[in-house]
Every structure is written in C-alpha cells, then in structure tokens.
C-alpha cells in the first residue's frame, strides 16, 4: 500500500469522522508541499516526495468523490472532479518546471479544503 493511503489508513482508525480524517491528511500534504516552499533552497530535493504525497491522497480523494456510488452529489463529484484536474496538472507542471511560487495554488487548495471538510 502507498505511503499516502498507509497514513489515510492510520489517520482513519482513530476517533476522528471520515471527514476530519480527510481534512488531517490534506493539511499533512500542504505542510509538506509549504515546507519545501519556504525551504526552497534547502528543501527542493523533497518535492518530488511532497508532489507524490500529494497526488496519491488527490487519487484517493477525485476515486472516492466520482465514484458513481458515491452519496455526495452530482454537482459536488463534477466540482472535485474538476479541482483535481487542475490539481493534477499543476503538480505536473511544477515537476516539469519547479518554481516555489508554484506550490501556493497546491497548498491553499489542501487547506481550502481541509477547512471546508471540518466546517470551516
């Protein structure tokens, strides 16, 4: 099992919902991807282990929420649908072509979200 679904699983079987479980991975992956951001210099080396981190909790995440089976919405599946396409290229591009400023949007998201997910 991946890393990020090791420690979604880890995260899962303690007190916490589904939701603030979701919500406590989102914010591990954004203090990872900050971390290399205000590190830049020292921490570029640890952007392709963040960006993975990343990626494998937003394929957890966009698999879970279009899941035809899944309870949420139609509009809110399209809208994570359409949030982790946008996603999934800027890690992309930020692999590609990596630039600090580029984690901001990835960062902002996960906290967004996080927030959002907790009621926030």
């Not at 919500?23 to 830049?40: E, H």
């Not at 139609?74 to 809208?79: E, F, I, M, N």
């Not at 396409?85 to 998201?109: C, G, H, N, Q, W």
């Amino acid at each position: 099992m991946s890393y990020a679904a090791n420690a979604y699983a880890r995260i899962s079987r303690s007190a916490m919902s589904p939701r603030e479980t979701e919500a406590a991975v989102l914010i591990k992956a954004a203090q990872q991807l900050q971390s290399v951001r205000d590190n830049w210099v020292e921490q570029a080396g640890a952007l392709p282990h963040a960006i993975q981190f990343n990626q494998k909790l937003w394929t957890i995440l966009a698999t879970a929420a279009t899941d035809p089976a899944s309870p949420l919405p139609a509009d809110v599946r399209q809208g994570v649908a359409n949030l982790a396409v946008f996603v999934f290229r800027r890690m992309v591009d930020t692999l590609a072509e990596p630039a600090a400023e580029k984690l901001t949007a990835l960062i902002s998201i996960n906290h967004n979200l996080a927030a959002g997910l907790g009621g926030r």
